[in-house]
């Protein structure tokens, strides 16, 4: 098995996301070569969720308004009841994702993350797992539910909570690896 040297990984947040939901995926990847650039539709920085209260900050290394898709080989979205509830209400991120399915590149979202993915409109008969609250929303917006530590359904893999870490991230590894897959068109 090839490492990732030479993979670029876009993980893309607001403020409020789970701080482990980040820092294990992202340290994962990296572990394995990927670069990984935080994207974000602030500049500067993000503030991360911790145990009940505000994290850590991290740095933003390009706004939604400065990354090309094209550049990246997989997203990343992590969860957090705030991060996505705010990135779905930005067009620009919905669409910078959006590109993702429809080049067939590999999208990764853990526990609420996957509420930004219903805005895709790319969700419909495709696989999938979350925290249990979003369940409904996914079902609803035409995704088939599965109550597993990590599904995957042609490059979307999706976890739904911290504890699904370790299979999450083994799993995003192995589909960024695999590269483009024709299924992931949707759109």
Known sequence: MS???GKKIALI????FEEVEFTSPKKALEDQGATVEVISPNSGSVK???DGDWGSDFKVDKTVNEANSD???AVLIPGGVINPDKLRRN???VQFIKDFFAKGKPVASICHGPQVLIETGALAGRKMTSFPSIKQDLINAGAEWYDQECVCDQALVTSRSPED???FN????EEIREGKHEGQKTL
Do not use: V
Not at 170 to 173: D, L, P
């Open 3 to 5: 490492n990732l040297s």
């Open 13 to 16: 947040t607001e403020n409020g």
């Open 48 to 50: 991360s969720w911790n």
């Open 71 to 73: 550049e990246y080989h």
């Open 91 to 93: 067009k620009e991120a």
């Open 165 to 167: 870490l370790e299979a």
């Open 170 to 173: 083994k799993k995003i590894i």
